[in-house]
């Protein structure tokens, strides 16, 4: 007996796992281990052997999944994403699974055609052709039937004039 007051008998509920070391978990099947952070955690099992607020990381990204701990996981069983700057429930990392492409913008998460606009169309900066690639009226492409990328059409544009083709020369 090492005197931290667990029963020598590892054959009882409760029993010392840890007979010659002293020891004061008390959390899963490890009673009576080191527990350096007192967590409750025995630190053969605890992940953050020194973070008391902190002792499980279930998807091993090395961010703990106690939400309330330090360095707290908002995906725990995401290991590539961990952060969420704005809250809107996608990642912050661009790398990982389903990335936020506004990660400082909680009403926008995902451009589809990657022109900068969010595809939310109740969001900030909404995009007026989520699934076309363009910058023209919120995200949509120039009009194809304008020589010049100018905002009129030609079928009433002045500046097809001076466009090569367009007409008078």
């Given at each position: 007996s090492v005197g931290d007051g667990f029963g020598d008998n590892q054959a009882v509920p409760n029993g010392d796992e840890c007979l010659d070391e002293y020891g004061t978990s008390t959390n899963n099947s490890r009673h009576g281990c080191p527990d350096g952070d007192e967590d409750?955690?025995?630190?053969?099992?605890?992940?953050?052997?020194?973070?008391?607020?902190?002792?499980?990381?279930?998807?091993?990204?090395?961010?703990?999944?106690?939400?309330?701990?330090?360095?707290?996981d908002m995906f725990p069983l995401v290991p590539t994403q961990w952060e969420d700057a704005d809250g809107d429930g996608y990642g912050d990392n661009q790398a990982g699974v389903n990335p936020d492409a506004?990660?400082?913008?909680?009403?926008?998460?995902?451009?589809?055609?990657?022109?900068?606009?969010?595809?939310?169309?109740?969001?900030?900066?909404?995009?007026?052709?989520?699934?076309?690639?363009?910058?023209?009226?919120?995200?949509?492409?120039?009009?194809?039937?304008?020589?010049?990328?100018?905002?009129?059409?030609?079928q009433s544009d002045s500046a097809t004039s001076s466009v090569k083709g367009g007409g008078l020369e």
């Open positions: 409750g955690w025995a630190d053969s099992e605890d992940m953050f052997p020194m973070d008391s607020t902190q002792w499980s990381d279930a998807d091993g990204d090395g961010y703990g999944d106690n939400p309330n701990g330090n360095g707290a506004f990660p400082m913008d909680s009403t926008q998460w995902s451009d589809a055609d990657g022109d900068g606009y969010g595809d939310n169309a109740e969001g900030n900066y909404p995009d007026n052709c989520p699934w076309d690639y363009g910058y023209e009226n919120n995200g949509c492409p120039a009009n194809p039937t304008d020589a010049d990328d100018g905002s009129a059409s030609d």
